[in-house]
């Protein structure tokens, strides 16, 4: 399999603007890894492309939220690219952590079976499996922070109280399907002519509004609106969404945490997307600015992927979103 390693170095350079030491080393260890092997490329834009978008918000001092791009080519010469974002929650440090320890498992559970020649039985199974995987990582990183803070005397209760947990939404490109995956509130929307919003929020408020209890409207002002019904890393088990949508040709699709829609609203989100001739980077800082513009009250994470028909997954010309005005490349206030 070959791996596209300018993906990796626009996934650097979003990490460390937003001082995710973790999540950089991780990304340079592999990039490393792979560059050995010589099971990497550097490829040519073409006329797709895909583009992270990552900033802190106005409020918060670090980011959270995780995004990971990856794209490359299969033994069999078929294309593939996997995108994830991961909304941290349980403090700074922990809150970031577990969304990159969700971030590395999910791609180091999928990544040798997309070296393989052989398809499992399915790959739709497959992406539920890496992020079931995570899930268990997470969850068993809790229970040895438990055991610490308990034999420091921290009572049973409280610990439990600092769980780390986090989002994802995932999408897999293959063989000209789309596969989409959640837990969480972080979306994957779909433009091609209209936006529709292909995951399904597990939270309060959007039980709320399927009971009929609330209007669509009024999740964005819910005093629980934050209130996740669903996450990584809480329990042993989770259950985890999964969405197959066939590719029409000039396909956008846009993965975000809430600190991105909640911010902006649908309609705006579709307009930027069905902007035409956009590049992909143009519609991340657009997406990133609006959602500052909005208040910028949590941290911000998308990738927007730009899939023109016929176009070659594995060469997508991927662009690092630029620093929003009043802040220097590596995320300080200016």
Same mark, same amino acid.
């Given at each position: 399999?070959?791996? +596209?390693? =300018? ?20 990304? %340079? ?21 895909? $583009? ?9 001092? =670090?980011?959270?939220?995780? %995004? ?16 994830? %974002?991961?909304?941290? /929650? ?21 990544? @040798?079976?997309?070296?393989? *020649? ?10 539920? +499996?890496?992020?079931? &995987? ?6 068993? =990183?809790?229970?040895?922070? +438990? &055991?610490?803070?308990?034999? *420091? ?5 409280? $610990?439990? /109280? ?17 596969? !989409? ?41 819910? @005093? ?11 329990? @042993? &088990?989770?259950?985890? +969404? ?8 000039? *396909? ?5 945490? *809430?600190?991105?829609?909640? /911010?902006?609203?649908?309609? =705006?989100?579709?307009? !930027? ?9 143009? /519609?991340?800082?657009?997406?990133? &600015? ?29 662009? @690092? ?12 206030? $200016?």
């Amino acid at each position: 399999m070959v791996v +596209d390693m =300018r993906v990796f170095l626009h996934n650097i350079h979003a990490a460390l603007a937003n001082r995710q030491y973790q999540h950089v080393q991780f990304l %340079v260890d592999y990039a490393i890894n792979r560059t050995q092997s010589d099971a990497c490329a550097l490829t040519d834009g073409s006329r797709c492309d895909v $583009s992270i978008g990552l900033h802190p918000g106005r409020v918060r001092d =670090r980011n959270e939220d995780c %995004v990971l791009v990856v794209q490359g080519r299969r033994p069999s010469q078929e294309s593939f690219g996997l995108f994830i %974002v991961c909304d941290g /929650m349980g403090g700074h440090v922990h809150g970031q952590e577990a969304a990159h320890l969700a971030l590395q498992t999910i791609l180091e559970y999928l990544l @040798p079976h997309l070296e393989n *020649d052989v398809d499992p039985p399915s790959w739709e199974r497959l992406l539920v +499996d890496g992020i079931e &995987q995570a899930n268990r990582c997470i969850y068993l =990183r809790n229970q040895c922070l +438990d &055991q610490e803070r308990i034999a *420091d005397g921290v009572a049973v209760s409280t $610990s439990q /109280m600092r769980h780390m947990g986090t989002t994802v939404t995932a999408l897999l490109l293959l063989d000209r399907v789309a596969y !989409v995956a959640n837990v969480g509130d972080s979306r994957t929307y779909l433009y091609h002519r209209s936006l529709k919003k292909i995951t399904q929020d597990h939270s309060l408020v959007a039980h709320l509004v399927a009971e009929g209890v609330l209007r669509e409207e009024e999740i964005y002002t819910h @005093p629980q609106r934050n209130q996740i019904t669903r996450s990584l890393g809480i329990r @042993p &088990q989770v259950d985890v +969404d999964i969405f197959v949508v066939p590719l029409s040709g000039d *396909d956008t699709f846009l993965l975000c945490s *809430d600190g991105l829609w909640e /911010m902006t609203r649908d309609d =705006r989100i579709e307009a !930027v997307l069905a902007t035409p001739w956009a590049h992909a980077s143009c /519609m991340t800082s657009q997406l990133v &600015q609006m959602a500052n513009d909005g208040g910028g009250t949590d941290n911000i994470g998308c990738i927007v992927v730009h899939v023109c028909p016929h176009a070659d997954i594995s060469s997508m010309e991927t662009i @690092p979103l630029e620093p929003v005005a009043g802040r220097s490349r590596l995320g300080h206030a $200016s």
